[in-house]
């Protein structure tokens, strides 16, 4: 397609559920990223793919959080029995190089826990 | 990364020049100045980058110090879809296999009066 897409747009989780979160980057672009915005704050790193190697996982904020990438395509972040501080918006971004600029994001998951 | 200071947030009148800036002081002689933003409920978007001369593109111009400690985004005529957080990000040059995470801070929110 022509930009990143997210799926689902919006996830409500009860408290303790398993969720996962998908990303279709670009087709070609060989840099994935994993961001996550709480409410009123900027993006914060989770980790990072180049091709279907996961180079970079130090934003990861517990064991509970775990990001795939296995064919360099598709990408699907995991999060393990979801607490309320998990509630946040979830965003994928892709680059065809990893330039710094250029990056393009998609529109997020916006994860609810109750 | 070097940090960078944003204000929080700044308001312009419609089809008015808007000058939005930020302040590096630590900035590295291989940092990149990014800027991006981020409109209601989507990801961020790349708006411009530069390294030491002033850079123009078709969605605004960046200016930056001649000491490099602070830059400023300049939007030539504000219309009421330019209403959004900017951020500015400094990023060092690509290195193989590095991450090249972009570290995003809280931004300025920009109000665009109609």
């Known amino acids: 397609g022509a930009g990143v897409s997210q799926s689902p747009r919006y996830k409500v989780a009860k408290r303790g559920q398993d969720v996962a979160l998908r990303c279709d980057p670009i087709s070609g672009h060989v840099s994935l990223f994993w961001y996550q915005q709480a409410l009123g704050q900027g993006p914060e790193f989770l980790t990072y793919?180049?091709?279907?190697?996961?180079?970079?996982k130090s934003g990861l904020p517990s064991d509970r959080f775990f990001a795939e990438r296995p064919e360099g395509s598709v990408s699907t972040l995991k999060i393990q029995r979801t607490q309320q501080e998990d509630s946040a918006v979830y965003l994928c971004?892709?680059?065809?190089?990893?330039?710094?600029?250029?990056?393009?994001f998609g529109s997020g998951t916006r994860l609810t826990v109750v | 990364d070097a940090k960078t200071t944003q204000p929080n947030s700044m308001e312009s009148n419609e089809e008015e020049p808007v000058h939005l800036p930020c302040n590096h002081s630590?900035?590295?002689?291989?940092?990149?100045i990014h800027w991006y933003r981020q409109l209601p409920s989507q990801g961020p978007e790349y708006v411009i980058h530069g390294l030491t001369s002033n850079v123009n593109n078709r969605m605004a111009s960046l200016a930056i110090a001649e000491d490099r400690k602070s830059s400023t985004l300049i939007l030539h005529r504000a219309t009421l879809r330019d209403a959004a957080v900017y951020y500015c990000?400094?990023?060092?040059?690509?290195?193989?296999?590095?991450?090249?995470?972009?570290?995003f801070g809280s931004g300025t929110r920009l109000l665009v009066r109609p």
């Open positions: 793919f180049q091709n279907e190697a996961q180079l970079d």
């Open positions: 971004a892709s680059s065809f190089r990893d330039t710094g600029y250029g990056y393009t």
């Open positions: 990000i400094l990023r060092d040059r690509p290195i193989e296999d590095s991450s090249y995470k972009l570290i």
């Open positions: 630590t900035i590295s002689g291989t940092d990149y």
